[in-house]
């Protein structure tokens, strides 16, 4: 089983490739962030420590996490967000591990973890390969305005709390250009798993 890691800025169409992956190539994905919002559930591994550090505050009136309330102060305040990730990423992880143990059982071909955090996370110890899903930040802006009503200002928070772009290129193992055509994409994935 290969295990390919899909990392990118904001908006630079992981899910999208994750979807063409799935799809079209019959490969498992696992979204960190998805796992991530299930372990923060009410009653979750997650839960109970973020409501300790961050008070009630966070909580919409159901009891859940109020995500957009969350977002509004860790893209703000890059210690918090740095103890928000210290108290998700471990449990993220450690699911993530029993998952791969799950489908190797399985015999799955190719096991995919996509994830805005693979890089500065210790992901390299578990993926045989990295993918740099690169969109220029125009393309992406423009993107997030049209598909999730994100405002500039919020696309400038979060881009500014990722990794430069010099970054990615240097530390992943392959790059798809995802500016154009999403069929010129997937020539691209086609080709890196040939
Ligand atoms: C901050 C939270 C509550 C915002 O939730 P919300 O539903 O509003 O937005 P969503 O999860 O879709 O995130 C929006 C975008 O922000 C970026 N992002 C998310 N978490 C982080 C982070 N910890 N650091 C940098 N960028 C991030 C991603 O590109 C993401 O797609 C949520 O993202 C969260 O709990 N993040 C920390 C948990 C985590 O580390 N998840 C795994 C990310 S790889
Ligand atoms: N090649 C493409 N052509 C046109 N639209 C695209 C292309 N790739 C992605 N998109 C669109 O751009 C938007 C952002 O893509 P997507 O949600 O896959 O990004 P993401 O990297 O997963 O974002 P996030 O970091 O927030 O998880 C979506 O609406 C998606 O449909």
Redesign the pocket.
Known sequence: MKIIGIT??????????LECLEQEFGAKVYQA?EIAKELQKKGQTCYREMVRYFGKEILALDGEIDRPKLAGIVFKEEEKLLRLNQMVHPAVREYLLSEIERQKEEHTAYFIIEA?LLLENDYRAICDEIWY?H?SEDVRRQ??KE?RGYDDRKISEIIASQLPESEFYAKCDAVVE?D???EE?RRQIGELLA
């Open positions: 990118g800025g904001v908006g630079s169409g992981k899910s999208k490739v962030d805005a899903i969109t993107r997030l598909s995802n154009g055509d999403f994409t």
